[in-house]
């Protein structure tokens, strides 16, 4: 089972702000990983599908990067609806389809 | 637009089953694979299961499997996930989601999530 590993656990940054949140596979996943946006009470969003690419509707300052084992996700500049708990997953070799644990932006 | 709109959860004792069922509309159910993730309470995100758009293929994670079955019904553009043998360990909120094609692995659009409590 691949293991992804998310950090920081939690990130405190203020609107207008960069953020970069980090995965980092146990083994090679090629590009073969998503990042998902979840706010309380709601299900999860899909940002990001196979490492760089944006989901329908996500605004441009998400981005991601990386391939292999180290991944990024980006925000260019923090909007007040950014503050969430984002989570990365893996579809490489699957099943069994594995997520993080979660980074925490808040402000 | 796309809708996925769980439904079944509830309170269960140990040891009980139950059926949660997803309706889909907005896209042809029978062109894309179909999963089930679940969230313990303050917890992360787990894969349940997966099946394939024409529900030949199925895919469990280990602490499902032998206890939990995927199926589906193209026809009723309905999803569903029978549940038994459930342990306090199963208390989650289950969403269905919608794979990327046939089979990807990556979720696209995710139902608002039904809650399953098992508890004596």
């Known amino acids: 089972e691949i293991v992804l590993t998310q950090s920081p656990a939690t990130l405190s940054l203020s609107p207008g702000q960069r953020a970069t949140l980090s995965c980092r596979a146990s083994?090679?996943?090629?590009?073969?990983l998503a990042w998902y946006q979840q706010k309380p009470g709601q299900a999860p969003r899909l940002l990001i599908y196979?490492?760089?690419n944006r989901a329908s509707g996500i605004p441009a300052r998400f981005s991601g990067s990386g391939s292999a084992t180290d991944f990024t996700l980006t925000i260019s500049s923090l909007e007040p609806e950014d503050f969430a708990v984002y989570y990365c997953?893996?579809?490489?070799?699957?099943?069994?389809?594995?997520f993080g644990q979660g980074t925490r932006l808040e402000i | 637009q796309v809708q996925l709109v769980e439904s079944g959860g509830g309170v269960v004792q140990p040891g009980g089953s139950l059926r949660l069922s997803c309706a889909a509309a907005?896209?042809?159910?029978?062109?894309?694979?179909m999963h089930w993730v679940r969230q313990a309470p303050g917890k992360g995100l787990e894969w349940v299961a997966f099946?394939?758009?024409?529900?030949?293929?199925?895919y469990y994670a280990d602490s499902v499997k032998g206890r939990f079955t995927i199926s589906r019904d193209n026809s009723r553009n309905t999803l569903y996930l029978q549940m038994s043998s459930l342990s306090t360990d199963d208390t989650a909120v289950y969403y269905c989601?919608?794979?990327?094609?046939?089979?990807?692995?990556?979720?696209?659009?995710w139902g608002q999530g039904t809650l399953v409590t098992v508890s004596s």
């Open positions: 196979d490492a760089s």
């Open positions: 083994q090679s996943i090629r590009s073969y």
């Open positions: 997953q893996q579809r490489s070799n699957w099943p069994p389809i594995t």
């Open positions: 989601a919608k794979d990327f094609g046939q089979a990807t692995g990556h979720f696209d659009y």
């Open positions: 099946i394939r758009n024409d529900g030949n293929k199925n």
């Open positions: 907005g896209f042809t159910l029978s062109g894309y694979g």
